[in-house]
């Protein structure tokens, strides 16, 4: 298919590995979350004004048996093929609800835990009761949780979706829209939900500087989210001329390897104590 219309290709050796290699790590998934394989790493996100951390982005790994540290690039999706990203995403959702609550039980300041979630798990999931299962069980405020959305959920555009974020918003948890500017964008959603926050895609914060076309497009974002009364999150900041940039157009946020890799509870609630990385 990525060949484009009216071209073949042999089925190769090659590609058959790569098959073989997709059906052999879709079968470990019910494993994997059976035996505990599976890790969630923080990382930090940034007030722009000040280099304080308002909190974290859950990010889970898989550490399979054999393969190694195993990246969500390449399990995610088949998870979202086999379905597996239920049980998965209810896991993450779990437990980065768990570690949030611990950070407060330390004294550490407020801080926001924000959890990536899959179209999927608002098709076959019960969005709603897991996210209120979630709070119950750790005992985490609703308003230190915030659930990232991707384009793919809010274009499913039905009704029942629509109704779950309603009802997310009722409980007190944020929303986030995650990659934002990559999905086939309809701004609809924006006017129709009551989002918090828009994450620029790391794709156009990568070419800020060698790129006009970026450095306009994640400016129109930040002037469009603040218009709407929204916050604004850079994702994937890798360079201090990046974050003078953003700075200087008014981000609220940043979050990327400039400040901190993704890192494990405890060493985010280090970081957490003691400040990340900040100029001047
Ligand atoms: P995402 O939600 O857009 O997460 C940001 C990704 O950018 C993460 O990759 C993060 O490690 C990476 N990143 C952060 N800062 C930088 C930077 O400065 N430079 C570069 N080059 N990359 C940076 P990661 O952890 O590999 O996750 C990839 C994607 O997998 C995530 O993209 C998200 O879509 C998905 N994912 C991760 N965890 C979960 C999960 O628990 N549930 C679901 N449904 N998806 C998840
Ligand atoms: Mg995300
Ligand atoms: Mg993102
Ligand atoms: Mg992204």
Not at 22 to 46: N, W, Y
Request: aromatic share 6%.
């Amino acid at each position: 298919k990525a060949a484009g219309r009216n071209t073949y290709r042999f089925f190769t050796l090659e590609m058959n590995a790569d098959l073989q290699d997709q059906m052999r790590l879709t079968g470990d998934l019910s494993r994997a979350l059976r035996q505990g394989e599976f890790r969630i790493l923080f990382q930090p996100q940034v007030d722009l004004r000040d280099g304080r951390i308002t909190g974290a982005e859950a990010l889970v790994r898989w550490q399979h048996p054999t393969e190694g540290l195993v990246a969500p690039a390449r399990f995610i999706p088949l998870a979202e093929r086999s379905g597996h990203i239920v049980p998965i995403g209810e896991w993450v959702l779990n437990e980065a609800c768990r570690a949030a609550r611990q950070w407060m039980d330390q004294g550490l300041p407020p801080l926001v835990v924000a959890v990536n979630l899959s179209a999927l798990q608002f098709k076959r999931g019960n969005v709603l009761e897991m996210v209120s299962a979630a709070l119950a069980a750790s005992g985490l405020p609703a308003h230190c949780l915030e659930l990232e959305l991707t384009e793919s959920v809010l274009l499913q555009d039905e009704e029942a979706t629509m109704a779950t974020l309603r009802s997310l918003k009722a409980l007190g948890a944020k929303l986030s829209i995650d990659d934002f500017g990559t999905g086939y964008s309809s701004l609809s959603y924006l006017k129709r939900l009551d989002v918090d926050k828009l994450k620029i895609d790391q794709s156009f914060v990568r070419d800020i500087l060698t790129d006009g076309d970026s450095a306009s497009i994640v400016e129109a974002i930040i002037q469009l989210g603040h218009i709407l009364q929204l916050e604004v999150i850079a994702e994937g900041v890798e360079t201090d001329a990046q974050l003078a940039f953003l700075r200087a157009s008014r981000c609220d946020e940043a979050q990327g390897y400039l400040f901190s890799r993704p890192v494990t509870a405890e060493a985010f609630a280090q970081q957490a104590r003691h400040g990340v990385r900040w100029p001047g």
